[in-house]
């Protein structure tokens, strides 16, 4: 991945230089607060049970494909992508943080973990039932929104299936310090309507939506309305075969 720093991107144009290097500043945070961030987090998940039941509706969706190879997009230290394979499928985890990957695989090491970029999708065309990604796409500019789920769209199979959780609002939020370590974070709050006029047009429609309020008490306190959109992968769509080609593909 380009830092940003090198002479291929400079020769970038304007909105490329920018995205990567946001790209490398999201990948670089993470790096840094990798091992705090992973102990803070591990039991976030028992304590949240709506989002516990919203990732065990869509397993047993994908569970009924006959199919169960999954994969989580922005997956951090692999905690959802483990509670997936509690669930029955068959997951693997991709991060942009490399330091994020040490860790998964090595709290998981029974289960695939890679890093990269949710942009380029290191995968073949129609290798999964089911996409996840959790609170994932809150760090991805609009620019690069359809880079994303033009590249999700590829990787699932016709009538799979993508889960999706972010934070709502209509704004940016950035963030320079976590935990005492210096980052360089945007969080892009959009409604679910926001998100899934991007979906549709590769070819998503939607199945659930869901909005929470947020949970002001507890050791995971949120200071905003949650919301969870699963969609599905229409029969037929546009997308594309590899990044910077365009192709109509009959899925």
Same mark, same amino acid.
């Given at each position: 991945?380009? +830092?940003?720093t $090198?002479?291929?991107?400079?020769? &970038? %144009?304007? @909105?490329?230089?920018?995205? #990567?290097?946001r790209? !490398?500043?999201?990948?670089a945070?993470?790096?840094?607060i990798?091992?705090?961030?992973?102990?803070w987090?591990?039991?976030?998940l028992?304590?949240?049970?709506?989002?516990?039941?919203?990732?065990?509706a869509?397993?047993?969706?994908?569970l009924?494909?006959g199919k169960?190879?999954?994969?989580?997009?922005?997956?951090?230290?692999?905690?959802?992508t483990?509670f997936?394979a509690?669930?029955?499928l068959?997951p693997?985890?991709?991060?942009?943080?490399?330091?994020?990957?040490?860790?998964?695989?090595?709290?998981?090491p029974?289960? +695939?973990?890679? $890093?990269?970029?949710?942009?380029? &999708? %290191?995968? @073949?065309?129609?290798?999964? #039932?089911g996409?996840? !990604?959790?609170?994932s796409?809150?760090?991805?500019?609009?620019?690069?929104?359809d880079?994303?789920?033009?590249e999700?769209?590829?990787?699932?199979?016709?009538?799979g299936?993508?889960?999706?959780?972010?934070?709502?609002?209509?704004?940016?939020d950035h963030q320079?310090?976590?935990?005492?370590f210096?980052?360089?974070l945007?969080f892009h709050?959009?409604?679910i309507?926001?998100?899934l006029?991007f979906?549709?047009?590769?070819?998503?429609?939607p199945?659930?939506?869901?909005e929470?309020?947020?949970?002001l008490a507890?050791?995971?306190?949120e200071? $905003?309305?949650?919301?969870?959109? &699963?969609?599905?992968?229409?029969?037929?769509?546009?997308?594309?075969? !590899?990044p910077?080609e365009?192709?109509?593909?009959?899925q």
């Open positions: 991945m380009n +830092d940003g $090198t002479d291929d991107a400079a020769e &970038l %144009p304007v @909105e490329g230089a920018r995205e #990567s290097a790209e !490398a500043a999201t990948r945070s993470y790096d840094a990798a091992e705090t961030y992973t102990d987090i591990a039991a976030e028992t304590a949240k049970p709506h989002d516990r039941a919203v990732l065990a869509f397993s047993e969706l994908v009924s494909t169960p190879k999954a994969l989580e997009i922005g997956c951090g230290p692999g905690r959802i483990a997936l509690a669930l029955g068959a693997s985890g991709l991060d942009l943080s490399p330091a994020m990957i040490a860790l998964a695989s090595r709290l998981y029974n289960l +695939d973990f890679t $890093t990269g970029s949710m942009t380029a &999708l %290191p995968y @073949e065309d129609n290798s999964f #039932s996409l996840v !990604a959790w609170y796409i809150i760090h991805v500019p609009d620019a690069s929104l880079t994303v789920f033009s999700a769209a590829r990787v699932l199979r016709p009538g299936w993508f889960q999706l959780a972010f934070q709502l609002g209509d704004r940016i320079s310090e976590a935990a005492g210096d980052v360089d945007d709050r959009r409604s309507d926001q998100v006029t979906l549709h047009k590769h070819g998503f429609a199945a659930t939506r869901l929470r309020e947020p949970d507890g050791q995971f306190p200071r $905003t309305r949650q919301g969870y959109l &699963l969609v599905r992968l229409e029969a037929t769509t546009t997308t594309t075969t !590899a910077g365009r192709a109509t593909a009959e």
